[in-house]
């Protein structure tokens, strides 16, 4: 297993609060690595200060070499990952297809061209939304408006992926459409890295998970060696148990018992 | 065609036909094909030394005033804010006020359009020394900011106003100031207005599709590469340089960059490529239209022009507005 980068010691502070406190996570190129944690662990913060998005107050982000992470302005980080933020509603509704070139702005100078257009109309047809391509942005549903933001990070060439809860507003069938499209990703050679609560979608989609409790990193690695029931209660507090389906896959079921009581 | 070209289309159309109108009528009959055969020296002269100066100040004020809230509600994020919100504006009028009160015209006639200038400067240097760590401003510090001036430099203005109240002259020539008018104005006025215009549309020009991007958010802006402190900074100056001339020209008209780029937006979409020109088009057309009811509704006398559109741009805008709201909750 490849390092692509890691982020070492991380703590960030906020208003006199620790949010993150010394986290240290190496990223596996060409995986999917998933963070995982419950609602305010700092899963979002964690990828903000990895995406570039958030100087950490203390810790360091190292490249392959074991050498710093040298990126300069917004374009050079912009060349390295791309990032998908939750959607928002726009103050001016654009179409979707010139939204979805705004992604590649650090790769054109100026206006975009026939490639950024091309590019674009590539990463939508990839997410099946081809159609929406003339719609505008304020119009579509908020599973739409989250394929279309997924869709301006997959237009951009850049090597990581670096997406906020992607499978938040999907219906199940958008879902497994895209662990099918990040899959093709990985396939061609690109990192994911994704925050994601689905517990039960995990044996399918992630190659490494991270769980964050509390600001701090409970455990990191390969999906076979992490995602298991005792790190699973330690993090979420629940019972799970690990069954394997007639066809091969891990499946996970909850212990419902406590609940039922 | 398709439909963005044919409402372009039309807006050169209505330009075009305004720019006659607004030559051809006056408080005293001339037409400009009267210049092909002059009867009287008199209608040449107030065709091409009165009205047609007038006309053309009026184009490069709308046409600023047009970009610049363009360039505000981009910047911004928000499709109500207005140039004036930065304060710059109420600046430029109480330098220009001040001017007048302490007699400064009777000096030098380029005095007054000269601290107009130097008070949209200073007070442009405000906002940046208050917004000077600008990337960890949000956007809605540099609204507060903005709104917080233009209290304070209203209110100057207006107590200079009710200082000078006892002087007619005085309280006639800063109301004249404070309300907008483009009455007197020169070749001389257009020569000092008409490089710094064309400087900042250019520039303007530039930020275009910035400005596109930053209507994704700052997060998602900042993520595909866009240097937003940049941007801003730029997108603030261009505004002041082209809010400072059109104050210097016309005073304060302060509904034009409100609404001509909410209805160049509704014609031609969102994309800023396509909307600063219009937008700079549409303006022209606006205040060259208002100037020209304003000098012909009670002939001889004249009606400020930026209280004209105000009266009816305010329920135009309600209108749209309620349009809009209609839109979006069907």
Same mark, same amino acid.
């Given at each position: 297993?490849?390092?692509?980068?890691?982020?070492?010691?991380?703590?960030?502070?906020?208003?006199?609060?620790?949010?993150?406190?010394?986290?240290?996570?190496?990223?596996p190129?060409?995986?999917?690595?998933?963070l995982?944690?419950?609602?305010?662990?700092?899963?979002?913060?964690?990828?903000?200060?990895?995406?570039?998005?958030?100087?950490?107050?203390?810790?360091?982000?190292?490249?392959?070499?074991?050498?710093?992470l040298?990126?300069?302005?917004?374009?050079?980080?912009?060349?390295?990952?791309?990032?998908?933020?939750?959607?928002?509603?726009?103050?001016?509704?654009?179409?979707?297809?010139?939204?979805v070139?705004?992604?590649?702005?650090?790769l054109?100078?100026?206006?975009?061209?026939?490639?950024?257009?091309?590019?674009?109309l590539?990463?939508?047809?990839?997410?099946?939304?081809?159609?929406?391509?003339?719609?505008?942005?304020?119009?579509?549903?908020?599973?739409?408006?989250?394929?279309v933001?997924?869709?301006?990070?997959?237009?951009?060439?850049?090597?990581?992926?670096?997406?906020?809860?992607?499978?938040?507003?999907?219906?199940i069938?958008?879902?497994?459409?895209?662990?099918?499209?990040?899959r093709s990703?990985?396939?061609?050679?690109?990192?994911?890295?994704?925050s994601?609560h689905d517990?039960?979608?995990?044996?399918?989609?992630?190659?490494?998970?991270?769980?964050?409790k509390?600001?701090?990193?409970?455990?990191?690695?390969?999906?076979?060696?992490?995602?298991?029931?005792?790190?699973?209660?330690?993090?979420?507090?629940?019972?799970?148990?690990?069954?394997?389906?007639?066809?091969?896959?891990?499946?996970l079921?909850?212990?419902?018992?406590?609940?039922?009581? | 065609?398709?439909?963005v070209?044919?409402?372009?289309g039309?807006?050169?159309?209505?330009?075009?036909?305004?720019f006659?109108?607004?030559w051809s009528?006056?408080g005293?009959?001339?037409?400009?094909?009267?210049?092909?055969?002059?009867?009287?020296q008199?209608?040449?002269?107030?065709?091409?030394?009165?009205?047609?100066?007038?006309?053309v100040?009026?184009?490069?004020v =709308?046409?600023? $005033? &047009? !970009?610049?809230?363009? *360039?505000?509600? %981009?910047?911004?994020?928000n499709?109500?804010?207005?140039p004036s /919100?930065?304060g710059?504006?109420? =600046?430029?009028? $109480? &330098? !220009?006020?001040?001017? *007048?009160?302490? %007699?400064?015209?009777?000096?030098?006639?380029?005095?007054?359009? /000269?601290?107009?200038?130097?008070?949209?400067?200073?007070?442009?240097?405000?906002?940046?020394?208050?917004?000077?760590?600008?990337?960890?401003?949000?956007?809605e510090?540099? /609204?507060?900011?903005?709104?917080?001036?233009?209290?304070?430099?209203?209110?100057?203005?207006?107590?200079?106003?009710?200082?000078?109240?006892?002087?007619?002259n005085?309280?006639?020539?800063?109301?004249?100031?404070?309300l907008?008018?483009?009455?007197?104005?020169?070749?001389?006025?257009n020569?000092?207005?008409?490089?710094?215009?064309?400087?900042a549309?250019?520039a303007?020009?530039?930020l275009?599709y910035?400005l596109?991007?930053l209507?994704?958010?700052?997060?998602?802006?900042?993520?595909?590469?866009?240097?937003?402190?940049?941007?801003?900074?730029?997108?603030?100056?261009?505004?002041?340089?082209?809010?400072?001339?059109?104050?210097?020209l016309?005073?304060?008209?302060p509904?034009?960059?409100?609404?001509?780029?909410h209805?160049?937006?509704?014609?031609?979409?969102?994309?800023h490529?396509?909307?600063?020109?219009?937008?700079?088009?549409?303006?022209?057309?606006l205040?060259?239209?208002?100037?020209?009811v304003?000098?012909?509704?009670?002939?001889?006398?004249?009606?400020?022009v930026?209280?004209?559109?105000?009266?009816?741009?305010?329920?135009?805008?309600?209108?749209?507005y309620?349009?809009?709201?209609?839109?979006?909750?069907?």
């Amino acid at each position: 297993m490849t390092t692509l980068f890691s982020g070492l010691e991380i703590s960030l502070k906020i208003a006199g609060k620790t949010l993150l406190n010394n986290v240290s996570l190496a990223i596996p190129a060409a995986q999917i690595t998933v963070l995982m944690g419950p609602n305010g662990a700092g899963k979002t913060l964690l990828l903000k200060v990895l995406a570039g998005m958030l100087s950490p107050h203390e810790g360091r982000l190292e490249g392959a070499d074991g050498l710093p992470l040298l990126l300069g302005d917004e374009k050079e980080w912009a060349l390295w990952r791309t990032w998908v933020p939750s959607s928002q509603t726009l103050p001016f509704d654009f179409k979707v297809i010139d939204l979805v070139q705004m992604g590649r702005l650090s790769l054109h100078q100026g206006f975009p061209g026939a490639t950024d257009l091309k590019a674009s109309l590539e990463a939508l047809r990839k997410l099946g939304i081809e159609h929406l391509k003339d719609r505008s942005f304020n119009s579509l549903s908020r599973g739409e408006q989250t394929k279309v933001d997924i869709a301006r990070a997959i237009a951009h060439t850049a090597s990581l992926l670096i997406l906020d809860e992607p499978f938040a507003n999907l219906d199940i069938d958008s879902q497994l459409h895209l662990s099918k499209v990040l899959r093709s990703l990985v396939k061609e050679g690109r990192t994911v890295l994704l925050s994601h609560h689905d517990l039960y979608s995990i044996p399918r989609l992630a190659d490494s998970v991270a769980f964050i409790k509390q600001g701090q990193l409970i455990a990191a690695g390969p999906k076979a060696d992490v995602f298991i029931p005792s790190l699973i209660h330690q993090v979420f507090g629940v019972q799970v148990t690990m069954c394997q389906h007639p066809k091969g896959q891990t499946l996970l079921v909850t212990d419902m018992q406590d609940m039922m009581e | 065609m398709n439909r963005v070209q044919s409402h372009a289309g039309l807006c050169v159309a209505l330009f075009v036909l305004s720019f006659f109108l607004c030559w051809s009528f006056g408080g005293i009959e001339a037409y400009p094909w009267e210049l092909l055969h002059p009867s009287h020296q008199s209608q040449s002269y107030i065709l091409l030394f009165i009205r047609l100066p007038r006309i053309v100040c009026a184009c490069l004020v =709308g046409a600023a $005033l &047009g !970009a610049a809230g363009v *360039l505000t509600q %981009g910047l911004f994020r928000n499709p109500l804010a207005s140039p004036s /919100l930065l304060g710059i504006s109420s =600046g430029g009028v $109480l &330098g !220009a006020c001040l001017a *007048l009160f302490l %007699g400064f015209e009777s000096w030098n006639n380029w005095l007054h359009p /000269l601290c107009a200038f130097l008070g949209c400067f200073l007070s442009l240097l405000c906002v940046l020394s208050m917004s000077r760590r600008i990337q960890a401003y949000a956007t809605e510090d540099l /609204l507060l900011i903005g709104f917080a001036l233009n209290g304070i430099l209203s209110a100057a203005s207006s107590l200079l106003l009710s200082i000078a109240l006892h002087e007619p002259n005085k309280s006639a020539s800063i109301m004249n100031w404070m309300l907008g008018t483009l009455s007197g104005k020169t070749w001389n006025h257009n020569m000092f207005a008409v490089l710094p215009i064309a400087i900042a549309l250019l520039a303007a020009w530039r930020l275009a599709y910035p400005l596109n991007v930053l209507a994704l958010g700052a997060e998602n802006a900042c993520s595909v590469g866009l240097n937003i402190a940049t941007v801003r900074r730029q997108g603030m100056l261009v505004i002041a340089l082209l809010v400072t001339v059109s104050v210097t020209l016309g005073g304060l008209l302060p509904f034009v960059g409100l609404i001509v780029p909410h209805v160049s937006r509704l014609l031609v979409g969102p994309d800023h490529r396509k909307l600063l020109p219009l937008s700079a088009l549409n303006g022209a057309t606006l205040v060259m239209s208002s100037d020209l009811v304003a000098r012909t509704l009670i002939a001889p006398l004249e009606i400020q022009v930026g209280a004209l559109i105000s009266l009816f741009g305010s329920p135009f805008f309600l209108w749209l507005y309620f349009q809009e709201r209609r839109k979006t909750q069907r």
